[in-house]
């Protein structure tokens, strides 16, 4: 069993962890043994179009990817490849922030599942996904 | 009918058009009207792990992303909103670079559908990619 | 707005349109506007195999499909064709019956949205869809 | 390596296996290593409406699941559990009869891949579909 210290302590390194994560820089909010939630603060950089603040539909993808895989690291332990990844964009992601909610729906010998709700500053739905990783052997895919 | 040149200018007007492709940094190399080659070399930012040069998910998500988007844009003439993107991780995505291709699959009234290809500098397929674009009234999803 | 009373009647109509229906014999079993139950009683030809008792992934994966179709119809009063189709397989799905429950995801102009989970007698989570439906102009894809 | 006559005696087995395939019917056209192709033909059953002579899409499905199935089982000569399964619905799928084609993507130690695609009697893509398999111990999902 994880305690929420150990679990934040985890999520805080599998953010560490990934030179890209500088790039993208996302905030740690919460953690259990079966919830992660991260926190994406808004840059220009990330944008889709030069006129609106909106995110761009890689950066969501990619923070729906991160979200998914640190649930998947603070329940096992462990880092565990992506073997499919599904992304479903409902809204336009605006500023000033994005929240990823991440929870573990199943964990199995082979592989692990999670599903993440991402929210815009308002708590709407922006988008939903869904990824399924190899917790096994280490597979890449 | 789009020829090749003018193909290729909507490619590198697609890839100018968003300030996250700033940091991302794809390079265009070729278009067609249902056909879009996009190239993007590794750079420590776009790392999974400081010890290996390998892409990030994230990254390798946000380049199907592009390149599907791309496609739609040159073979449409239009900006269409992503409704869902499906991503798969075949391999580990090494440096010094991956190449993505994307084919439109089927061009609706409401909307658009693209496949893409990864691979890597060895020709490897490392990922493929699936999505849905929204080609109709600019709906976001 | 629809009352619960409408939203049953449409749902049973939505069951009985299809003549592949017939074969699969699903029962409704609620709805109101944005939500669908339908159960599903395990018959021998509904198989995987013939030594055990568990439904066929196709014939699970059927089950989803309509469940979600009959969510958007209850919700939106027209039948919509599916865009696409995504089904996690979590666990076998045993007999004597599965219940799928559709949830409305997001209504938008030209698609629909819905979430459905298959359970099993037992109530665990077996099966997990979603699905984007054209809402618009009636396109099939 | 699989010779052919072998890899059709496997997809024949495969058909052959599941009762479900009784109520389906579809029919072994042809396999090597790497690639299945099998036929479905249309009966008022398998349809989506009363006055339309086209498959349901629940049907598709199936039929793309059972294709993608046979492809992995004729490779590695496995019952491999379906981990995922998704499927883009081009165009309606008319009679008299559906054409599956499943290629093997990649074989690996946990999981396989296959891409299917189907096609209608004139040769026209109606439907793709991707899925995951569990090649590793067996696990269900």
């Known amino acids: 069993v994880t305690g929420v210290p150990e679990a934040e302590a985890r999520l805080q390194r599998e953010i560490d962890r990934c030179p890209y994560h500088e790039l993208l820089r996302p905030e740690a909010v919460q953690a259990d ?6 926190r994406l ?3 220009r950089e990330l944008g ?3 006129d609106r603040d909106h995110f ?4 969501v993808a990619g923070l729906v990817d991160l979200a998914a895989h640190a649930v998947v690291a603070v329940a096992t332990g ?16 605006p ?8 929870t573990l729906i199943r964990q199995g010998r082979s592989f692990s599942r999670a599903d993440v709700e991402v929210l815009d500053h308002a708590g709407r739905l922006v988008t939903q996904g869904r ?11």
Chains 1, 2, 3, 4 share one sequence.
């Open 33 to 38: 043994g079966e919830v992660v939630v991260v």
């Open 41 to 43: 603060p808004f840059r």
């Open 48 to 50: 889709l179009a030069r």
């Open 56 to 59: 761009h539909g890689g950066v």
């Open 78 to 93: 462990t880092v565990a490849p992506t073997v499919d990844l599904r992304v479903d964009f409902l809204r336009p992601a």
């Open 95 to 102: 500023a000033p922030e994005l929240v990823a909610r991440a």
């Open 131 to 141: 990824g399924v990783f190899s917790t096994g052997r280490g597979e890449p895919g």
